[in-house]
C-alpha cells in the first residue's frame, strides 16, 4: 500500500516538472532558432521549430488533463509511460540539431548545438529522475543522433567525441539512479510522516476525548457519591439531636436504621459498580470460559425479572432455547442482567422480550423492549460512564449510569459483539453475539467452602482506628480469636503479649492494603509471616479503585476484598480462605503419609 502511494508522488512529480519541462524547451528553442537561422536551410529549421511547439502544446494540454481528473492505479502507470514517451521524442528532436545544423565550413554552430545538448542530457535528471525509464529513454534518444554524427567525423576529433559522449551519458545514468534513489526515499519519508502526523492527531483526539470523559466521570461521580455520604450525615446527626433528648423511640429509631441502610445500599452499589468498572480496565478480571446452557440460564433470568415485570405492568416473555455457548457464565449473567434492568427500567409500557438466534457458528442473544428508544447520535454515548438520557436528574432510582459501561467492557473482555438498534419512542434492542457449542458438559456441583465454618485466630492489621475496632468488634462477636493492630509492628506485639501468656496459633492474617508509612498490606502479611515462622493464609482488603492498585494487589496471589464489605460478605471471605487453607494442608498431610 505504501509502495503504490510512493509510485502515485513519483509520477506526480514528473508531471509537475513537465511545466519547468515546456519553460526551458521553449526557451532553448527560440535561442537555437535565433542563432541557426540564416546559416541552417529554412526547409528543415521550420518543420523541426514546428514538431517542438507541437510537442510543447501537446505536453501542456496532457498535464493539464493529469492533474484535473481522478487518478487510478492502472492509470498512473499509463500516465508515466506516456510522459516517457514525450521525452523520447523530445530527446529525438533535440538530438535531430547536429544533423540539421550541421554546418562543414562553420564549426563554431555545431560546437554550440553539442554544447547545448550536453546541458539538455544533464538537466534531465531533476525533470525525469521520477521514473527511470523516462530518463534513460531521453539520454539515449538524444544522444544517438548526435554519435551517429560523431561517427562521421573524420579522424580523432569523432573518436574523442564519441568518448566524452560514453562518458556523459554512464555519468548521466549514474546520477538518475541516485536522484530515484533519493526521491523515493525522501517521498518514503515524507509519507511515513504524514502518517506519523495523522497516528499523533488520532492519539492527540483521543487523549483529549479520554480527559473530557475522566472529567464528566470524575464530576459524576463526585455528585453520586457525595448525595449518600451528604444524607448519611443528616441522618447521624438527626440520631445525635434525638439522642442528647434522651432515649430513641424505638419506631424512630427504626425508621433512621431503615433510612441509613438504604442509603448505605445505594453507596455500596456505585462503589461496586465503579469497582466493577476499574478491575475490568485494571486487566485484572480473570476470564473461565466453559459451556454454558443458554436454557438454564434464561430460566433462571425469567424468575428473576418477573417480579420487576409485575411491578411496571409489563409483559414479559422469554423464549426458550436449547442453545449452548463458549463463554463466562458469570460474565455473561452481568452482561444480561445489566441489558434487562436497564429494558425494564425505561419501558412504562408494553413489553420486555428476551431471546436468541443462530448466527451461523454463533449464537446472538438479544434483549427487546417497547421503552423510550436511544436517538442514532446517542447510541455510542449510552456506552459511556453516567450517561443516562432519560434521567438529567440523576434520580438513583433510575440507577446510576454504569451499567451499559459495564456491558461494553465486559463484551470486548469476551470478545463478544455487542450491537444496539433503536428507533425512538418504539423501542430498543441490545444484542450480544457468542460461540455456539454442541456438547454439553455436565453442571458442577454447588461449592460447599463457606459451610462448616469454626472459630480461629486471626491476625487484623488497619491504620483507621474506626474500621480496625468496628472489624474486631463484628469478628470477636462471630467467636473468632483476635490480634489487632494499625501495623504489623502492633499486631506482633499484641501477639507476643498473648503468647507469653498461652498458646496464641493464627490461622489467618486480614490487612488493609493501603497502611501508614507507604507500608501496604501485602508487605504486612508477609511481614508477620516471617514474624511467626511460616507462611499464613492472607486477605487483602481494598478501597481502592486504580487500576493499578488493583493489578497490584492482585498480584499479591492474596484474596481480595474491595470495600465496602458486608459482614456477611467478610465472614463468607474468611471461611472459604480457611477452607482452602485446609484442604492445602491435608493434600500435603496424604502425600507425606505416602511417602512415609
Known amino acids: 500500500m505504501q509502495e503504490d502511494k510512493i509510485q502515485e508522488a513519483l509520477i506526480e512529480h514528473l508531471y509537475r516538472n513537465a511545466y519547468g519541462i515546456v519553460i526551458s524547451n521553449v526557451t532553448i528553442s527560440l535561442g537555437i532558432i535565433y542563432v541557426l537561422y540564416g ?12 514538431a517542438v511547439y507541437a510537442l510543447i502544446a501537446a505536453r501542456v494540454l496532457a498535464a493539464r488533463h493529469f492533474w484535473k481528473h481522478p487518478r487510478t492505479p492502472g492509470s498512473l502507470r499509463r500516465w508515466a509511460w506516456a510522459a516517457a514517451g514525450f521525452s523520447w521524442i523530445s530527446g529525438l528532436l533535440w538530438g535531430s540539431l547536429t544533423w ?23 538537466g534531465t535528471i531533476p525533470s525525469l529522475s521520477a521514473f527511470p525509464p523516462a530518463l534513460i529513454g531521453s539520454i539515449f534518444a538524444t544522444t544517438i543522433p548526435v554519435a551517429a554524427r560523431f561517427t562521421t567525423m573524420p579522424g580523432a576529433i569523432g573518436d574523442a567525441y564519441l568518448f566524452l559522449l560514453a562518458c556523459l551519458i554512464a555519468i548521466n545514468i549514474y546520477y538518475g539512479r541516485i536522484a530515484y534513489r533519493m526521491l523515493h526515499e525522501m517521498i518514503r519519508l515524507r509519507l511515513e510522516n504524514v502518517g506519523l502526523i495523522d497516528h499523533l492527531q488520532e492519539e492527540r483526539d483521543r487523549a483529549q476525548t479520554a480527559d473530557r470523559a475522566k472529567t464528566r466521570f470524575l464530576a459524576a461521580a463526585s455528585h453520586d457519591l457525595r448525595q449518600p455520604i ?38 455500596s452499589g456505585l462503589l461496586n459498580a465503579l469497582l466493577d468498572i476499574s478491575k475490568l ?23 428473576e425479572f418477573a417480579a420487576s415485570a409485575r411491578a411496571k405492568g409489563l409483559s414479559w416473555r422469554v423464549v426458550e432455547t436449547s442453545a449452548h455457548v463458549d463463554t463466562d457464565p458469570m460474565m455473561l449473567k452481568r452482561i444480561l442482567d445489566n441489558l434487562l434492568t436497564n429494558a425494564f427500567r425505561y419501558t412504562n409500557s408494553g413489553s420486555v422480550l428476551l431471546g436468541c ?48 459501561a459495564i456491558v461494553r467492557r465486559t463484551a470486548e473482555l469476551l470478545g463478544h459483539p ?40 486471626l491476625m487484623i492489621v488497619d491504620d483507621e482506628r474506626d474500621v480496625l475496632d468496628a472489624m474486631v468488634r463484628l469478628l470477636t462477636l462471630e467467636g473468632h480469636r ?115
Open 482 to 596: 483476635i490480634y489487632a493492630g494499625q501495623s504489623a509492628a502492633e499486631v506482633k506485639a499484641v501477639h507476643s503479649a498473648a503468647a507469653r501468656k498461652d498458646s496464641a496459633p493464627v490461622d489467618l492474617i486480614v490487612a488493609d492494603y493501603r497502611l501508614k508509612d507507604n507500608a501496604t498490606g501485602v508487605e504486612a502479611i508477609k511481614t508477620l509471616s516471617a514474624y511467626l515462622g511460616r507462611t499464613v493464609p492472607g486477605i487483602i482488603v481494598t478501597g481502592d479503585t486504580s487500576p493499578s492498585r488493583i493489578r497490584e494487589a492482585t498480584a499479591s496471589g492474596f484474596r481480595i476484598l474491595h470495600k465496602p464489605i458486608s459482614g456477611d460478605g467478610l465472614k463468607e471471605a474468611i471461611a472459604a480462605v480457611l477452607a482452602a487453607d485446609r484442604r492445602e494442608r491435608d493434600a500435603i498431610g496424604g502425600i507425606g503419609e505416602q511417602s512415609g
Open 39 to 50: 546559416s541552417v536551410p529554412t526547409n528543415w529549421l521550420v518543420p523541426w521549430a514546428i
Open 230 to 267: 451528604h444524607a448519611l450525615g443528616l441522618l447521624i446527626s438527626t440520631l445525635s439531636v434525638l439522642g442528647r433528648r434522651g432515649d430513641v423511640p424505638s419506631g424512630e429509631a427504626r425508621s433512621l436504621a431503615s433510612s441509613a441502610k438504604a442509603i448505605v445500599g445505594n453507596l
Open 281 to 303: 480496565d485494571a486487566g485484572v478480571v480473570t476470564v473461565a470460559r466453559e459451556n454454558v446452557d443458554l436454557g438454564e440460564l434464561f430460566r433462571n433470568l425469567n424468575d
Open 100 to 122: 540539421i545544423g550541421f554546418v562543414p565550413d562553420q564549426p563554431h554552430l555545431f560546437a554550440f548545438i553539442v554544447a547545448i545538448l550536453a546541458g539538455l542530457v544533464s
Open 357 to 404: 438466534r443462530r448466527r451461523g457458528t454463533a449464537v446472538e442473544i438479544q434483549v427487546w423492549d417497547s421503552g423510550f428508544g436511544i436517538p442514532e447520535e446517542q447510541k455510542a454515548a449510552v456506552f459511556e460512564e453516567f450517561v443516562q438520557l432519560h434521567n438529567p436528574a440523576r434520580d438513583k432510582a433510575q440507577g446510576l449510569g454504569l451499567g451499559l
Open 418 to 457: 455487542l450491537k444496539l438498534v433503536s428507533v425512538p419512542d418504539r423501542g430498543s434492542m441490545f444484542s450480544v453475539t457468542l460461540p455456539s457449542i454442541h456438547v454439553i458438559a455436565p453442571a458442577l456441583p454447588p461449592s460447599n467452602a463457606t459451610q462448616g465454618q469454626t472459630a480461629a485466630s
